[in-house]
């Protein structure tokens, strides 16, 4: 099968000749071409029945190789789950239109950190109306960053608790549909992003370079915005969730998800790359496309976000700091069995639930215990006793 690992080792280094890439950019190709060879370091396993050796290569562990995030993504998951609140859940997406998709390539941080912002105190500065749920809310943040087709299309998912903590500390329940009307969400998030954009444009704190490159000018910049205030916002929310239990399944499908997983990749041949995509202007209809090798490398490079930048982010009542808040309401709904902190799974449990696969089983004979006897190192690349 095809994978994203095979693209970048036969046509990385090309692009790279061809293109002068950021640090994150570069760390990114190189995991992901050295992921699970010997050039990550690795380990040998002997069983100690029948002395059947095993040689195992560590994983990069980048959070954009398509390889790496399974098991990142149950511990992540596994953490969660004391947050969770036995209440009807919602789904937002806040969408930033295309236009802005020039200046983002050139200011991901800056643009993607007003996103956040702008979506957070759009949900919390509303849920407090009492208008609409007069309450503290809390909800988790996801970023994405591209479409089906790997283009620029970024979007926040929020995943929302239908209900808040009120003002004298009790529960209150939100309506079955989501209580703050959509229209609404759209025009308080556009209004808090283009003022925030304007702050930062105005404390010179975007680059400007190509294509953008007139917009360091004011009128050119205020054009921009003007045209940005013309737009509908795209805000939406989706079909809530049953409970926690669907929670917990959307979570593990998204929140480490990457811009392409290896599934997809149908094949590289001649220079080309053909994938599969769902067409959402012709109903989610499953297509196949094909690109330039280099044309995709690009594409993909565009979803590599800045070194350690946050991608998933809670706020409100499920914020780090509000933690205590979190078990307030878990008293106040009566689930005080979530207020347990989880056992930590080891990689041999999770590996074993998930896949069925015990990596301490001797795959030969099956009755002896594969231990480690001696490791790579991916620095020295020689074997350490």
Same mark, same amino acid.
């Given at each position: ?23 994150? &950019? ?54 969660? !789950? ?5 209440? &009807? ?86 309506? $079955? ?49 003007? &045209? ?43 220079? !080309? ?13 499953? !297509? ?7 044309? @995709? ?11 350690? @930048? ?23 709904? $009566? ?51």
């Amino acid at each position: 099968m095809a994978e994203l690992q095979d693209i970048v080792n036969e046509f990385g280094q090309e692009y790279c000749d061809r293109h002068q890439l950021p640090l994150h &950019q570069l760390k990114a190709l190189n995991a992901i071409e050295n992921c699970r060879t010997a050039e990550m370091g690795g380990h040998v396993d002997e069983c100690d029945a029948c002395g059947h050796v095993n040689i195992s290569y560590n994983s990069c562990r980048n959070r954009h190789c398509p390889k790496c995030q399974k098991l990142t993504s149950e511990r992540w998951i596994e953490r969660r !789950k004391e947050y969770l609140l036995p209440v &009807q859940y919602f789904h937002t997406v806040f969408t930033l239109p295309s236009i802005l998709n020039p200046l983002t390539r050139y200011n991901q941080k800056e643009i993607y950190n007003l996103l956040f912002k702008a979506a957070a105190e759009t949900l919390l500065e509303l849920s407090r109306d009492v208008k609409y749920l007069g309450a503290e809310i809390g909800f988790t943040t996801v970023l994405h960053t591209w479409g089906q087709n790997l283009m620029d299309h970024p979007h926040l998912h929020c995943i929302v608790p239908g209900g808040g903590l009120s003002p004298d500390g009790k529960w209150i329940n939100a309506k $079955k549909d989501f209580f703050i009307p959509v229209k609404v969400l759209s025009r308080k998030f556009r209004g808090k992003f283009l003022a925030y954009l304007r702050e930062t444009y105005e404390a010179d704190e975007l680059k400007f370079g190509g294509d953008v490159e007139p917009l360091r000018l004011l009128s050119h910049f205020n054009a921009l915005l003007n &045209q940005l205030y013309g737009l509908e916002w795209v805000v939406f929310c989706k079909e809530s969730f049953k409970g926690p239990e669907s929670v917990i399944e959307y979570l593990g499908r998204y929140t480490h998800r990457v811009a392409i997983s290896n599934s997809r990749i149908k094949s590289i041949a001649d220079g !080309k790359v053909t994938f599969e995509w769902k067409d959402r202007s012709a109903g989610n209809q499953t !297509k196949l496309m094909t690109l330039d090798a280099l044309e @995709f490398i690009r594409r993909f490079l565009l979803h590599i976000l800045p070194g350690r @930048f946050t991608k998933i982010r809670h706020y409100g009542l499920l914020s780090n700091r509000n933690r205590t808040k979190v078990k307030q309401c878990q008293v106040l709904l $009566k689930c005080l069995r979530l207020l347990t902190t989880p056992t930590k799974s080891t990689t041999r449990e999770l590996l074993l639930n998930l896949f069925g696969v015990d990596i301490e089983k001797c795959p030969c004979c099956g009755k002896g215990k594969m231990t480690v006897r001696r490791k790579f190192d991916y620095n020295a690349r020689h074997i350490l006793g």
